[in-house]
């Protein structure tokens, strides 16, 4: 939970509600870890992992839509200032 709060940039509170209710879903699944007894693990499921193909439909739908906005630098430059934005620590 940790893990997943920093690199979602997320309070572990929020983490551990979101998680709680995709488990409630049935979206994830949470397991204990076996190196760490105080660390669990979250992994998708089945049901989860039939959303892919229509989450990379619904990417590659925003990403046609930006390119027909901006141009390949202007993405370029979204691109990266949004990096930079990813590394600022809040």
């Given amino acids: 939970m940790g893990d997943l709060s920093e690199r979602t940039r997320l309070s572990k509170q929020t983490m ?4 709680r209710n995709m488990e409630q ?3 994830v699944e949470r397991r204990k870890d076996p190196k760490d007894g105080r660390a669990t693990q979250v992994f998708l ?5 039939a959303f ?5 439909r ?3 739908q925003m990403d046609s839509q930006v390119a027909i906005l901006l141009t390949a630098n202007e ?16």
């Avoid at 892919?52 to 990379?56: G, I, L, S």
């Fill in 58 to 60: 619904v990417l590659a």
């Fill in 45 to 49: 499921t089945d049901r989860s992992r």
């Fill in 75 to 90: 993405i370029g430059q979204l691109k990266n200032a949004l990096k930079t934005l990813r590394m600022l620590e809040i």
């Fill in 16 to 19: 551990t509600t979101l998680i």
């Fill in 25 to 27: 879903a049935d979206l």
């Fill in 52 to 56: 892919r193909p229509v989450a990379e």
